[in-house]
């Protein structure tokens, strides 16, 4: 069964940092990117960042470009996604998930996800 459950989600001020993980279990990652997205009220659902199977290649939507930072430890069953700099427009609750690399670009299909974490950027 697959299992993916983040956490550190929180509230902070624009310009701090949070750090989020995913703990993944029950799948096999060879053939899925991993990543995550973002859904914020009343908009669409946006691909924040993901790692393809091997590890070899990232995505970072433009909008958290140069302040995303996305990895997977050694034993492929965490993954996190550092985010610096933050801005009240990354505001959202945060979902990891798995599916095709292509669905991190066009919204597609998704293999499985999370319940989320809240993060919520204000002063």
């Known amino acids: 069964q697959v299992q993916l459950v983040e956490s550190g989600g929180g509230s902070v001020q624009p310009g701090g940092f949070l750090r989020l993980s995913c703990a993944a279990s029950?799948?096999?990652?060879?053939?899925?990117?991993i990543g995550w997205f973002r859904q914020a009220p009343g908009k669409e659902r946006e691909g924040v960042s993901c790692?393809?199977?091997?590890?070899?290649?990232?995505y970072y939507a433009d909008s958290v470009k140069g302040r995303f930072a996305i990895s997977r430890d050694s034993a492929e069953t965490t993954i996190y996604l550092e985010m610096n700099n933050l801005k009240p427009e990354d505001t959202a609750i945060y979902y990891c998930a798995l599916g095709p690399w292509g669905s991190w670009l066009d919204g597609g299909y998704l293999a499985a996800w999370g319940k989320g974490t809240r993060v919520t950027i204000s002063s």
């Open positions: 029950g799948f096999n990652l060879d053939h899925y990117a």
């Open positions: 790692i393809n199977p091997s590890g070899s290649n990232t």
